[in-house]
């Protein structure tokens, strides 16, 4: 099969691989659709230690082309949208509900071979189906948009809250549209003209690029952007009481003073990936509740995988979508 393969930070080969072989509980998908992720940035930039060679891509959709003699619900030529998160399923975290945290997960293009090829094997579990009505490039949104339902989920919203989205990019403009549906009021911010105007499209109910958010206070904050200066305006911007969600991460410390916390009692969650979120997701997506597809900023061969990465780091593209 064709992969593209990471040999060594910034530089992606096409390869002929063997075709992954499917375990008795296992299923064969034939890769379709594959999104390019901030986290596959950072493996390719060398900021992220895997081992090389590697294969990069969670973000994916295709057909069930080959079932383990175990597999139950799907068959062969099944649609299905991939969950890249591999859990133990028997440990004390799993067991309360938190999977998604836990110590032994494997994820696809981390410490497994990801999607970035022609095929990629899971497990029966973690290949959810999706409606004919649903694009190949929508299942692949699927993942994003999951953490996007994820952070919502944990955000608390009451019927007319404030809530403000700190940066505009897909997981931002994700996550604005589920507060919304929600029942919040939702104000997104980012510095890039082009995200608001999308973010516009896509139904926030206010903008801004920051500069006007100094008198005003927020129920309800999700931080998209994953930045030090976003962390510390989210923490200036919560209402007494209120709750600020971390969706994004940049990998530098920040220093807080703990006191505005306490006195404010301001609740700080972090959310990582979904817990059990995924049906929910395809829902909302095939019934178009959630807007998934225009937030793919453009769509690439698959040839172009390191092309598509690049734009990403010079900031020229939002969420490029390779089809094969």
């Not at 890249?84 to 067991?95: L, Q």
């Not at 608001?196 to 206010?206: M, N």
Request: with cysteine.
């Amino acid at each position: 099969m064709k992969a593209a393969v990471m040999i060594e930070p910034e530089v992606i080969q096409i390869q002929d691989l063997p075709i992954p072989k499917v375990s008795a509980d296992g299923v064969l998908i034939e890769i379709h659709a594959v999104g390019l992720c901030g986290s596959d940035l950072t493996v390719f930039k060398g900021q992220r230690a895997v081992g090389f060679p590697h294969v990069l891509g969670h973000e994916a959709s295709g057909k069930v082309v080959k079932v383990g003699p175990a597999v139950k619900k799907l068959k062969v030529g099944d649609r299905v949208a991939i969950e890249p998160n591999f859990r133990c399923g028997v440990c004390e975290i799993c067991r309360r509900g938190t999977s998604n945290l836990c110590p032994s997960k494997e994820t696809l293009g981390l410490t497994l071979p990801g999607c970035f090829a022609e095929y990629v094997k899971v497990a029966e579990p973690y290949a959810w189906k999706i409606p004919d009505s649903m694009s190949y490039l929508e299942g692949a949104l699927v993942e994003p948009a999951s953490v996007a339902v994820h952070a919502v989920n944990n955000l608390g919203i009451r019927l007319g809250d404030s809530v403000l989205v700190l940066g505009a990019g897909p997981i931002g403009l994700l996550a604005m549209q589920c507060a919304r549906l929600a029942g919040g009021e939702v104000t997104v911010s980012d510095i890039a003209t082009k995200r608001l105007d999308l973010a516009v499209e896509l139904g926030a109910d206010h903008i801004s690029d920051g500069h006007d958010l100094r008198e005003r206070t927020f129920d309800r904050i999700i931080d998209a952007a994953g930045m030090p200066a976003t962390f510390l305006a989210a923490l200036s911007l919560v209402k007494p009481g209120g709750t600020a969600v971390l969706i994004g991460f940049g990998g530098r410390p920040v220093t807080v003073d703990p006191t505005t916390v306490v006195r404010q009692e301001i609740n700080i969650k972090g959310v990582m990936a979904c817990a059990d979120e995924f049906p929910r997701t395809i829902e909302l997506i095939g019934k178009r509740k959630l807007q998934a597809k225009p937030v793919a900023s453009c769509e690439l061969k698959f040839d172009e995988i390191e092309r598509g990465l690049r734009l990403m780091d010079d900031k020229t593209a939002i969420k490029p979508v390779v089809l094969l």
